[in-house]
């Protein structure tokens, strides 16, 4: 049987597609070729500017309207930056994944969808299990 997380988590960037906009890659080098091969007319990405396991909107930096090429080399940064950081901290970031807020997933995901950049690390991952078992607390 199929999880469904499962079947999200095995979906990569499609090569030679103009249109895929979603996946995921452990390619730290990938990821940033794949960023800067996105089209400009992107609705917005979302990429988070923070190590911590739980952010908030404010450790988010958008970039919204038209995804120009200078947008595209402060997004890579911001990401190099974090895979630096990550690294220190000795919890490298394992999987680089942009995703539509929308959640549509296929080789056609419309360009002006709003999206996001999600890092993964074994840390982070730790936290969200622990977190949804409750043992951190309530979440009131």
């Known amino acids: 049987m199929i999880k469904l997380k499962d ?8 090569k030679g597609d103009e249109y895929q906009i979603q996946g995921t890659t452990n390619s730290m080098q990938e990821f940033a070729t794949h960023i800067k091969n996105l089209p400009e007319e992107i609705g917005s990405i979302k990429v988070t500017n923070s190590t911590l396991s739980f952010t908030t909107s404010a450790d988010d930096v958008e970039f919204k309207n038209k995804f120009t090429s200078a947008d595209k080399a402060k997004v890579i940064k911001i990401i190099r930056d974090l895979s630096i950081e990550f690294k220190k901290k000795k919890d490298p970031i394992y999987q680089y994944e942009l995703r539509s807020y929308f959640g549509t997933l296929g080789n056609r995901t419309p360009a002006e969808n709003k999206f996001y950049i999600s890092l993964k690390t074994k840390a982070k991952d730790d936290f969200g299990d622990r977190m949804s078992r409750g043992e951190m607390g309530s979440l009131d």
């Open 7 to 14: 079947l999200y988590e095995r979906f990569e960037f499609a």
